[in-house]
């Protein structure tokens, strides 16, 4: 019989936001795999170091970073490769991925690959988005409003229009286009905004917008709520 494949959400960092379950998978694994940087580091498996088995053995998959789409497609081909080795051979494979699998995760490339042919669960994880709403103190949606995500990537004129219309905005993966952000919420009058960076981790960050720095890692987030409060009125 073939292996089952897993793809565990970890979490926005913090080890203690692990899920039971996700611990259980992961402390009894044959097989583990993770994205990495080309540099070979992984931040999906810092997060699980110290619950992955000594004996494990351990796939990791470099994605290039960059925005061409080729490279990258090539890594998840080649890491979905590697792990069917071990699922044909009758080995569970528990594949990390930060945040939640399905929720902007790495897990979902390879789930596209390989569960049409083996038998795959998916364990969801705690998300940087309520993770950032909790160590801000700011709620992000109450009664019939509707949340807008928006990726920082999002070209100028798109975002301005989405957030234009939105009630509460979480915009992700800030990174490099923090300078264009705060373009769009300066000309809509939405500087009154909350940025976090590396959320539940040591070196968080909490602060305004306005008292952000000019420049931020990928892992940052800003929230925006229209009005004061709203979750009290």
Same mark, same amino acid.
């Given at each position: ?15 203690? #936001?692990?899920? =039971?379950?996700?611990?259980? #998978?992961?402390? +009894? ?57 071990? =699922? ?7 594949? #990390? ?5 399905? !929720? ?8 596209? $690959?390989? %569960? +049409? ?8 994880? &705690? ?8 160590? %801000?103190? @700011?709620? =992000? ?10 990726? +920082? ?8 229009? $989405? ?5 509460? &905005? ?5 990174? $490099?286009?923090? *300078? ?17 960076? @590396?959320?539940? =981790? ?16 990928? !892992? %940052? ?8 409060? *709203?979750? #009290?009125?």
């Amino acid at each position: 019989m073939s292996g089952t494949l897993y793809g565990i959400g970890l979490g926005p960092g913090d080890p203690e #936001l692990m899920t =039971l379950k996700a611990y259980r #998978l992961i402390s +009894g694994a044959e097989v583990v795999a993770y994205p990495a940087l080309e540099d070979g580091e992984s931040f999906a498996r810092s997060i699980a170091a110290d619950v992955i088995p000594e004996d494990a053995a351990e796939i990791t998959i470099h994605i290039p970073m960059t925005v061409e789409r080729d490279p990258a497609q090539a890594a998840y081909d080649q890491g979905a490769a590697d792990i069917a080795v071990h =699922l044909d051979a009758g080995r569970d494979v528990v594949v #990390l991925c930060e945040g939640d699998p399905f !929720f902007y995760g790495s897990f979902m490339y390879l789930f596209a $690959r390989l %569960s +049409g042919k083996y038998e795959t669960e998916v364990v969801p994880g &705690v998300t940087s988005v309520t993770t950032c709403a909790a160590v %801000s103190g @700011r709620p =992000l949606t109450a009664r019939n409003e509707v949340l807008t995500i928006i990726p +920082g990537p999002l070209e100028e004129t798109a975002m301005r229009d $989405r957030i234009a219309v939105a009630e509460a &905005v979480v915009i992700m993966k800030v990174g $490099r286009h923090l *300078p264009k952000i705060r373009r769009v919420l300066s000309a809509l009058n939405l500087t009154n905004a909350a940025y976090i960076e @590396r959320a539940s =981790l040591p070196n968080q960050k909490v602060m305004a917008l306005d008292d952000a720095p000019e420049t931020a890692p990928y !892992f %940052s987030m800003i929230l925006v709520t229209k009005g004061q409060d *709203p979750w #009290l009125n």
